[in-house]
Every structure is written in structure tokens, then in C-alpha cells.
């Protein structure tokens, strides 16, 4: 997964660095969903103690949530949650067996975690639309079978391919939008003037109308429709002639729900950094002395 490199000693906070990582994890988002998308939407597995398996062992949760638990307790032994852009779903996580890479300093202090409301929209909102396909496949399959019954159309019982998927879609969209914190300290250190008056002020919608940029979001919607449409497609090129001096033809069939995913970015994810964003700035300032955030105003890199 696209990560911006700390340790590299080049300018982490160079917001055409950070967009760029924004950009690669386009796909890695898309492809991700692909793969989801390949399984039914298996609804169970959303549901609040719906295994029975599970409370037995004393877990109270969704089998995805167990999945989280299970997964980022041994990431957080390797020290994954040391990095400034690796953000937990669940709580009471061990310590690392390792001392924490030694990261330069680039945010601010912050205890912003976005995850609840990523797990929320991506389960009720997404999960559902990214799956519909497989599961009116499955339905059919199993009429033809005289299987009666919407809840079986639902399930094809592939719970660990697709609670797998699901951590590796929800792992790169949460680092995506809490990405929203390195862009929002690039933009404040380059004039914090501009910020101070309406953090003083906790004015959330100026802060908002600070960070928008219309066009970054126009041009980037319409990069996700195409490679969401052309990552869709599925290029058959054994044997085949070339077509247009490009070998291989492009079935009409589509992997993935384009317009879902696109909407999965307007609806969702980008309104989600960008509070992400505004949340960060506000807490930019806490501890700071008079002087200091003084002297801040005066100070402007660009
Ligand atoms: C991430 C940025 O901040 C905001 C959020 C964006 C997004 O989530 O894609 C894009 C532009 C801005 O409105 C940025 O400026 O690049």
C-alpha cells in the first residue's frame, strides 16, 4: 500500500509529495474493491454477535470486527501503529515487541481517528452496493436450485475471503483520509496566519473554505471514473488479433460498480479528510503560549 517514506530525509510535508501518495492509493482502493467485489454481500458477517463461535470465545462484535481485532493485534506487536499514518480500528491494542523507528517529528500532536466513521459508511453504504452484482449472480444460481429465500441469496458463506478483502479496502481508505492530516499541516505551515484567526475562533466552516480546493476534487473525480472504467474491464488477450495496434479486446462486462465508486469518493471519503483536515487544524494550536502562536503568525514558508 502507498505510504509517503519518513525516513527518506526528503521533504515530507511538500503537498505535491503527499497528493501524489493520494493518487496512488486510488488504486490500490479500487482494486481492492474489485476483489470484494467478487464475492457476495454476505451480510452476516456485518452483524453484531451473529456467530456463535465468536461469543463462545468471549468476543462480542461483527465477524469483521473480529477480523480488525485479530489482524491489527499483531500488526500492533510489529509496530505498525508507530507510523504517523497508520490508524487502528480497534482498541486495546498491545505495545510493539520492537522500539518505534526513529520518524522525524511532521504532525502535530493529535489523537484524530476517523475509523469508526469509515467502518460505518463502508459497511452500510458500500459493502451492499460493491457486492450486488455477485450477489444477484448467486441469487439466480440458487433459484435455479429451488432455494427460496432472500437471506440465502445474500450469503455465499465466503466469510474469511470476504472479511479479508474488507480489512484490506478499509486499511487503505483509512489511510487515505487520514492522509487529510499531512496535507492540512503542509497547507498550515505554508501560511499559519491565515489559519490562527478562525482556530482562535474554532470557525469550522472557514477552515473548510481554507482547505477546498474545487478543482483538486473535480479533476480528481474524473481520473476515478477512468481508471475505475478501465481497471472494470476485462482485457482478454490470448490469441487474440490486435485491435487497434492494442493486443486483446475489452469485454462489455464491468468487474466493479464505476458509478459507486466514484460516489464512494464525493460522498464519503473526500468530506471525510476534509473534516479530517479541519479537526487537525483545530487542535493545531492547544498547549501553545501566547507568544508562540504569536511568533507563528509572523512565520510563513512560501
Ligand atoms: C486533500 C486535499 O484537501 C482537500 C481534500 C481533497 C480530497 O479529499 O481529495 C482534495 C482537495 C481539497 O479540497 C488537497 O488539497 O489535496
Not at 505510504?3 to 481492492?32: A, Q
Not at 505498525?80 to 486495546?92: C, G, K, L, V
Not at 460505518?120 to 429451488?146: D, E, M
Not at 503542509?186 to 470557525?203: C, D, G, M, T, V
Amino acid at each position: 500500500m502507498p505510504s509517503l517514506n519518513f525516513t527518506s530525509g526528503e521533504d515530507p510535508l511538500s503537498l505535491d509529495r503527499i497528493r501524489s501518495v493520494l493518487v496512488r492509493l486510488e488504486d490500490t482502493i479500487i482494486f481492492s474493491l474489485i476483489e470484494r467485489a467478487q464475492f457476495a454481500h454476505n451480510p452476516r458477517i456485518y452483524q453484531q454477535d451473529a456467530f456463535k463461535e465468536l461469543t463462545d470465545l468471549g468476543f462480542h462484535g461483527s465477524w469483521l470486527e473480529w477480523f480488525l481485532k485479530e489482524i491489527e493485534f499483531f500488526h500492533a506487536k510489529a509496530r505498525r501503529y508507530t507510523s504517523p499514518d497508520e490508524y487502528p480500528f480497534s482498541a486495546d491494542l498491545p505495545e510493539p515487541v520492537l522500539p518505534p523507528l526513529d520518524f522525524p517529528t511532521i504532525l502535530y500532536p493529535n489523537k484524530i481517528n476517523a475509523n469508526p466513521s469509515i467502518l460505518s459508511f463502508y459497511t452500510n453504504a458500500i459493502v451492499p452496493r460493491i457486492t450486488r452484482r455477485a450477489t444477484l449472480a448467486l441469487a439466480a444460481q440458487k433459484r435455479a436450485h429451488g432455494i427460496t429465500g432472500s437471506a440465502e441469496f445474500e450469503d455465499d458463506g465466503n466469510y474469511g475471503s470476504a472479511a479479508t478483502l474488507d480489512v484490506e479496502v478499509l486499511q487503505s481508505i483509512s489511510k487515505r483520509v487520514h492522509y487529510g492530516k499531512f496535507v492540512s499541516e503542509s497547507k498550515f505551515a505554508e501560511n499559519p496566519a491565515a489559519f490562527i484567526p478562525h482556530i482562535l475562533k474554532r470557525n469550522r466552516e472557514a477552515l473548510e473554505g481554507l482547505i477546498t480546493k474545487p478543482e483538486v476534487e473535480r479533476k480528481l473525480l474524473v481520473r476515478l471514473h477512468k481508471k475505475a472504467s478501465t481497471y472494470a474491464q476485462d482485457i482478454v488477450g490470448d490469441g487474440e488479433a490486435p485491435v487497434n495496434g492494442v493486443s486483446g479486446k475489452t469485454s462489455a462486462s464491468s468487474k466493479i460498480d464505476v458509478d459507486c465508486v466514484v460516489d464512494l469518493y464525493e460522498s464519503y471519503i473526500i468530506p471525510l479528510t476534509k473534516e479530517v483536515e479541519v479537526d487537525y487544524l483545530l487542535c493545531r494550536l492547544e498547549g501553545l503560549s501566547q507568544e508562540e502562536i504569536n511568533n507563528l503568525s509572523k512565520s510563513k514558508t512560501s
